[in-house]
Nanobody, 129 residues
C-alpha cells in the first residue's frame, strides 16, 4: 500500500509556471506507475499525464501536451508535474494517482482514472486571466 500527498498548488497568473509534487510513502514509488489527473468544478476527472515505473515512458493529455512535463525521482519517492504557460482553463484540483500490479500493458490504459489503485487528496491550482 502507498500513501500519496500532493503539494505545490496555488494561485498564479496566466502564462506563469508551477511545479506540483506528489510524495509517496509506504511502499516504494518505483513499484507503481504514476499519473496526474485534474478535476474542475462540474466536470469529470481528466487525465493530465502519466509515467511508467522507471519514468522512461511518459504520456500526456492533449490539452497539456507541450506545456506540462511529468517526471519522477524514485530515490526520493516523488513524482513531479512541471506546468508551464498556464491558462485559466488549467484551473482545477490536481490529483496524484498510483497503479500497482497488474501493470499497464498498453498506452491507452494510463488515461483511465478507474484503473488506478491509490489517490492523493488533491491540490488546488487556480490560474487567473
Amino acid at each position: 500500500q502507498v500513501q500519496l500527498v500532493e503539494s505545490g498548488g496555488g494561485l498564479v497568473q496566466a502564462g506563469d509556471s508551477l511545479r506540483l509534487s506528489c510524495a509517496a510513502s509506504g511502499r516504494a514509488a518505483s513499484y507503481y506507475a504514476m499519473a496526474w489527473f485534474r478535476q474542475a468544478p462540474g466536470k469529470e476527472r481528466e487525465f493530465v499525464a502519466a509515467a511508467s515505473r522507471s519514468g522512461g515512458n511518459t504520456y500526456y493529455g492533449d490539452s497539456v501536451k507541450g506545456r506540462f512535463t511529468i517526471s519522477r525521482d524514485n530515490a526520493k519517492n516523488t513524482v513531479y508535474l512541471q506546468m508551464n504557460s498556464l491558462k485559466p482553463e488549467d484551473t482545477a484540483v490536481y490529483y496524484c494517482a498510483a497503479k500497482g500490479p497488474p501493470y499497464f500493458t498498453d498506452t491507452i490504459s494510463y488515461r483511465h482514472n478507474w484503473r488506478y489503485d491509490y489517490w492523493g487528496q488533491g491540490t488546488q491550482v487556480t490560474v487567473s486571466s
